[in-house]
């Protein structure tokens, strides 16, 4: 009998050796390997066509798109939980006079959107801010204003802006506003893009396009003064998206057809530079940090940069243009990149494209084999508890658990193992002191023999790292 689960053991371990193995050439690829390709077809609750303008994704499986058909005046913000699989409607509008004009969404269940209503007689527009606290399934007007309403930007929890012909700002989740800018009464120049760094810091773009007039504002006091930073002979009068990558680091895409460029300042806005220039327009960008930014263009060609934007490199997706390009590129909390195509098009990244700080207090492992043995890799940072989910002590198999304190004082743990007949508790690994800066082994065989063998750590002062490790005697 354990002859036969020996044999199974090993038999296990080649299939994860090749399992892992897949697993490295996929994500090492290029092209698709990279990216998942999908396409939003069918739309349940929706029944007229759009034209998708705005991703504004969640995490890896869950985001909301924005979009409407310009020959007439529907509208709608639709969802995903599945990757980009299936989409359900969560706000559709089929009027003239009633327009959906953006959304923000703080997760699956938060989301703020605004709307301009026209009067059937052209004599009012009023501006309409709309919120939702269940996914999309019911929505609350929330504030409403005298003219235009184009952007929304939700920070958290309480902070929005919203922005139009005036830019207005809550601080207690929507039950209170206050208006902070007005355009000039003379010209029509309406905020159609805003966004923030924090509750403190936004860029608002004023102006219309292929107009006169073209303006950025920055404020860093939460809105109490805006100071315009930029104007119509540096911006080339068109600008369409906006990247915010801390204080003093914007990135801004912007003009014509022809000659399309991509500025960025790193002073707050006090200077410029163009980074690049190329044909198609460039729709929308991206920035995941100072260093690192996507951009997407109208030809359904997407760039990358990981030097400031010194130099930006193309991502080998794998698309055929057919007409019809990019229109949104936007980054989840998870790091994982959405690109949105005016089609319906949706360019998802397979993994998350950044390094992150684990949510969870115990980092994932990632299996690692070698010939005869058996381990587990990936812990970025101490934790108070860790739960090694894998093990096992018959059948020639060995199992030892590692526990690093890095910290400069001596740490105590209490070590447990959940195994296929319950939880088995000694007293000589209840508060077992691991020195500062220092490592200690534990053979579980010398505690515990079953094929089924997790473990539990519990540090009691202080935080640990701990590891599994596994050996086959064959």
């Known amino acids: 009998m354990k002859k036969h689960s020996l044999v199974l053991l090993v038999c296990i371990l080649v299939v994860c050796m090749l399992v892992y193995l897949g697993e490295f050439v996929f994500s090492q690829g290029s092209g698709n390997n990279k990216w998942e390709i999908l396409e939003i077809q069918k739309v349940e609750g929706l029944d007229f066509e759009c034209q998708w303008y705005l991703v504004e994704p969640v995490d890896g499986a869950s985001a909301w798109v924005w979009g409407k058909e310009w020959n007439r005046g529907d509208s709608a913000i639709i969802r995903t939980d599945d990757g980009g699989h299936t989409w359900q409607a969560r706000l559709a509008e089929r009027d003239d006079d009633y327009r959906i004009e953006d959304i923000s969404a703080l997760d699956k269940n938060i989301a703020w959107a605004v709307a301009t209503v026209e009067e059937p007689d052209l004599s009012r527009t009023t501006g309409l801010v709309l919120k939702t606290v269940d ?134 806005g006090s200077s410029w530079m163009m980074q690049h220039e190329q044909y198609w327009f ?60 005016r089609r319906g098009i949706i360019v998802r990244s397979a993994r998350p494209e950044e390094r992150r700080e684990e949510e969870s207090p115990q980092p994932p492992q990632r299996v690692v084999l070698r010939e005869a043995a058996h381990d587990s890799l990936g812990a970025t940072a101490p934790a ?86 596994m050996y086959i005697n064959l």
């Open 135 to 268: 996914g999309g399934k019911n929505w609350s007007e929330q504030f409403r204003c005298r003219g235009e309403l184009l952007c929304v930007c939700a920070v958290d929890a309480d902070t929005v802006w919203v922005a139009g012909t005036s830019i207005y700002k809550t601080t207690d989740g929507g039950k209170n506003w206050a208006e902070q800018w007005q355009q000039d009464s003379d010209a029509y120049m309406p905020v159609s893009l805003i966004k923030a760094l924090d509750d403190r810091v936004a860029w608002a773009c004023a102006g219309v396009a292929n107009e006169e007039g073209l303006n950025l504002l920055k404020t860093v006091d939460g809105g109490s003064t805006w100071t315009k930073v930029c104007d119509e002979t540096t911006l080339n009068n068109i600008n369409f998206d906006m990247a915010v990558a801390d204080s003093q680091t914007l990135w801004v895409t912007c003009g014509p057809m022809v000659n399309a460029k991509i500025f960025k300042t790193v002073d707050g």
């Open 282 to 341: 460039i729709t929308g960008v991206e920035a995941r940090d100072a260093n690192t930014a996507w951009a997407v263009d109208a030809g359904l060609n997407m760039m990358k940069t990981t030097d400031g934007g010194n130099s930006w490199v193309s991502e080998e997706l794998g698309l055929e243009y057919d007409g019809v390009g990019f229109t949104d590129v936007r980054l989840a909390k998870d790091g994982t990149l959405w690109a949105l195509g």
């Open 384 to 469: 108070s508890k860790w739960y090694l989910a894998e093990g096992s002590t018959d059948g020639g198999m060995e199992t030892f658990l590692l526990v690093q304190n890095p910290g400069d004082s001596p740490a105590h743990v209490n070590i447990k193992f959940q195994t296929s007949t319950g939880e088995k508790v000694f007293p000589q690994l209840q508060g077992v002191e691991i020195p500062s800066k220092s490592r200690r082994n534990f053979k579980v065989n010398d505690y515990v023999t079953d094929y089924e063998v997790s473990t539990f750590v519990e540090a009691l002062d202080g935080e640990v790292i701990c590891e599994r490790a």
